[in-house]
T-cell receptor, first 115, second 113 residues
Framework: GENVEQHPSTLSVQEGDSAVIKCTYSDSASNYFPWYKQELGKRPQLIIDIRSNVGEKKDQRIAVTLNKTAKHFSLHITETQPEDSAVYFCAASRGPTGGGNKLTFGTGTQLKVEL | DGGITQSPKYLFRKEGQNVTLSCEQNLNHDAMYWYRQDPGQGLRLIYYSQIVNDFQKGDIAEGYSVSREKKESFPLTVTSAQKNPTAFYLC????????????FGPGTRLTVL
């Protein structure tokens, strides 16, 4: 089955700096890669996703890049703010084909934005 | 934060007891999922269902059971066979026709006393 590795497990940055979180996946049939943000005690919420036919996607201060050949994808947050502090999870899915839209999650990155 | 709800928020269980966690959605999603979250391990899939009256095991199904009698509901039973049930349980739902966002419920924190 799919295996998703995520690094780093913790990341501390100064407010205004950029943060980068990286994930690798093992299943070359995976074609959907979402990123979720989870604040303490709350539910995970989707912040951005990318499909395998696209190499990069941006939404304001957040961007995701995908390298299908190397089987890795990354989350980039620019101009970080204290409210960006949370745990971030990457995930991978084959979609409905042979998998029922199952998501395999990375182990999470605790991002702390310091003033 | 509407759309998918879980109850109760906190649940305490004595060893040897079965407990059932509720998950309801009004998003008209065909697919529903149960995940377990432990510190440092991310979210792991317990069971999923793509359609009423059908469900499949995920990566850690042992000691758990589910039913899908209605589109809106996907209850999870944690049985006494689950050796380490203390965890945060998250339910999610999604459309099924294409790879799509999964929407999560607020979670149930289960503690075995």
């Amino acid at each position: 089955g799919e295996n998703v590795e995520q690094h780093p497990s913790t990341l501390s940055v100064q407010e205004g700096d950029s943060a980068v979180i990286k994930c690798t996946y093992s299943d070359s049939a995976s074609n959907y890669f979402p990123w979720y943000k989870q604040e303490l005690g709350k539910r995970p919420q989707l912040i951005i996703d990318i499909r395998s036919n696209v190499g990069e996607k941006k939404d304001q201060r957040i961007a995701v890049t995908l390298n299908k050949t190397a089987k890795h994808f990354s989350l980039h947050i620019t101009e970080t703010q204290p409210e960006d502090s949370a745990v971030y999870f990457c995930a991978a899915s084959r979609g409905p084909t042979g998998g029922g839209n199952k998501l395999t999650f990375g182990t999470g990155t605790q991002l702390k934005v310091e003033l | 934060d509407g759309g998918i709800t879980q109850s109760p928020k906190y649940l305490f269980r004595k060893e040897g007891q079965n407990v059932t966690l509720s998950c309801e959605q009004n998003l008209n999603h065909d697919a529903m999922y149960w995940y377990r979250q432990d510190p440092g391990q991310g979210l792991r899939l317990i069971y999923y269902s793509q359609i009423v009256n059908d469900f499949q095991k995920g990566d850690i199904a042992e000691g758990y059971s589910v039913s899908r009698e209605k589109k809106e509901s996907f209850p999870l039973t944690v049985t006494s066979a689950q050796k380490n049930p203390t965890a945060f349980y998250l339910c999610a739902s999604s459309k099924v026709l294409d790879a799509n966002e999964q929407f999560f419920g607020p979670g149930t924190r289960l503690t075995v006393l």
